[in-house]
């Protein structure tokens, strides 16, 4: 018989990611039927055997033993560890669940198949029954994700590109932004940053000798060349961004000075805004805050999201900006009645 249990889809990780798993349940379970391999690594009888054969191979005193049942457990002989015991308390485990919930939008990309192999490794280190404690850990933190992106069309780009970040290879990148026409870029990946539930790729571009970010989703092509390069070691990611409020460094710094009404004033006041931020509470409840960034387009859909909590005090370049964008969304509306 070659299947697998009904309703238990194919795990979609490495042979090596597999086996890795296969070794541990037999390490920490003093064995494992081949029933339970199968239903413990959802894959087929047949790649249970040819794992087994495969850690054999390998060197590993691997062992068989008939029960009673007439089954066969597979084992390694006593006092046998190759790999060091990784355990984890309850809290710990909670909050590794939680921050795995936090890159519910990798879904679709290398990076969740990553995921899911570590969290099998996991529950490989765990006896049957404590499976199902550690899935109850897993719904004691969750999160909520409102317009992530699909990054499953990219797949071929970021298996590429993961390979290109971790042997630092020079790439040949074909970038169309918004609204204007694709260029290659000879690219040193350096970072790869999430912001907004969005992928963004930094790194020096020889093209225009200059650092650079690039959004994911706008990468036509990507192909990592022989060439390798070195990240310069004082190279931060936050030369990445500058003195930008959110990702884009755009337009001039600005000095900001915002009001907020008493209605949203602990909003805004349980939150960091800015790494340099003043705040400054108001008799009637509102409050100041001030500190300087650039990038208008984020500052302003921010502060359009607050409307009609917000003035702005100062400058009066954005000020003006601000009510500009505001009476044109009058107008409009205005030519287009219920």
């Given at each position: 018989?070659?299947?697998?249990?009904?309703?238990?889809?194919?795990?979609?990780?490495?042979?090596?990611?597999?086996?890795?798993?296969?070794?541990?349940?037999?390490?920490?379970?003093?064995?494992?039927?081949?029933?339970?391999?199968?239903?413990?690594?959802?894959?087929?009888?047949?790649?249970?055997?040819?794992?087994?054969?495969?850690i054999?191979?390998?060197?590993?005193?691997?062992?068989?033993?008939?029960q009673?049942?007439?089954?066969?457990?597979?084992?390694?002989?006593?006092?046998?560890?190759?790999?060091?015991?990784?355990?984890?308390?309850?809290?710990?485990?909670?909050?590794?669940?939680?921050?795995?919930?936090?890159?519910?939008?990798?879904?679709?990309?290398?990076?969740?198949?990553?995921?899911?192999?570590?969290f099998?490794?996991?529950?490989?280190?765990?006896?049957?029954?404590?499976?199902?404690?550690?899935?109850?850990?897993?719904?004691?933190?969750?999160?909520?994700?409102?317009?992530?992106?699909?990054?499953?069309?990219?797949?071929t780009?970021?298996?590429?590109?993961?390979?290109?970040?971790?042997?630092?290879?020079?790439?040949?990148?074909?970038?169309?932004?918004?609204?204007?026409?694709?260029?290659?870029?000879?690219?040193?990946?350096?970072?790869?940053?999430?912001?907004?539930?969005s992928?963004?790729?930094?790194?020096?571009?020889?093209?225009?000798?200059?650092?650079?970010?690039?959004?994911?989703?706008?990468?036509?092509?990507?192909?990592?060349?022989?060439?390798?390069?070195?990240?310069?070691?004082?190279?931060?990611?936050?030369?990445?961004?500058?003195?930008?409020?959110?990702?884009?460094?755009e337009?001039?710094?600005?000095?900001?000075?915002?009001?907020?009404?008493?209605?949203?004033?602990?909003?805004?006041?349980?939150?960091?805004?800015?790494?340099?931020?003043v705040?400054?509470?108001?008799?009637?409840?509102?409050?100041?805050?001030?500190?300087?960034?650039?990038?208008?387009?984020?500052?302003?859909?921010?502060?359009?999201?607050?409307?009609?909590?917000?003035?702005?005090?100062?400058?009066?370049?954005?000020?003006?900006?601000?009510?500009?964008?505001?009476?044109?969304?009058?107008?409009?509306?205005?030519?287009?009645?219920?």
């Open positions: 018989m070659n299947a697998r249990k009904p309703g238990k889809p194919a795990k979609k990780y490495s042979q090596a990611a597999r086996l890795h798993d296969v070794i541990r349940i037999l390490e920490h379970r003093y064995g494992a039927t081949v029933e339970e391999l199968v239903d413990e690594c959802q894959v087929t009888r047949r790649t249970v055997y040819r794992d087994l054969t495969a054999e191979d390998a060197g590993y005193p691997l062992v068989k033993e008939l009673d049942s007439g089954e066969v457990l597979y084992r390694f002989v006593a006092g046998f560890k190759q790999l060091p015991p990784i355990t984890f308390t309850l809290e710990e485990l909670m909050t590794l669940y939680l921050c795995r919930g936090q890159l519910s939008f990798l879904q679709g990309t290398p990076f969740q198949d990553d995921l899911d192999a570590v099998a490794r996991l529950r490989s280190g765990l006896p049957p029954r404590s499976v199902a404690h550690l899935e109850r850990i897993a719904e004691a933190g969750s999160s909520k994700i409102q317009g992530f992106r699909d990054y499953t069309n990219q797949r780009i970021l298996n590429c590109l993961r390979q290109a970040l971790l042997k630092q290879q020079r790439c040949r990148m074909i970038y169309a932004p918004a609204r204007r026409e694709a260029s290659e870029y000879i690219f040193d990946p350096y970072t790869l940053l999430f912001y907004n539930s992928l963004y790729l930094g790194g020096y571009v020889h093209n225009r000798k200059a650092l650079r970010l690039f959004l994911v989703d706008r990468i036509e092509s990507l192909v990592a060349t022989e060439e390798r390069f070195e990240v310069p070691e004082d190279y931060t990611p936050s030369q990445l961004t500058g003195a930008a409020f959110g990702l884009n460094d337009g001039p710094e600005r000095q900001l000075d915002l009001l907020f009404a008493a209605p949203i004033a602990h909003l805004i006041r349980e939150r960091i805004w800015h790494p340099q931020q705040l400054e509470e108001q008799e009637d409840g509102s409050l100041r805050l001030q500190f300087t960034a650039a990038g208008d387009t984020e500052i302003l859909s921010w502060l359009n999201s607050l409307i009609p909590h917000v003035q702005i005090l100062g400058p009066a370049s954005l000020r003006q900006i601000f009510l500009q964008a505001l009476r044109k969304t009058l107008h409009e509306s205005e030519l287009f009645p219920e």
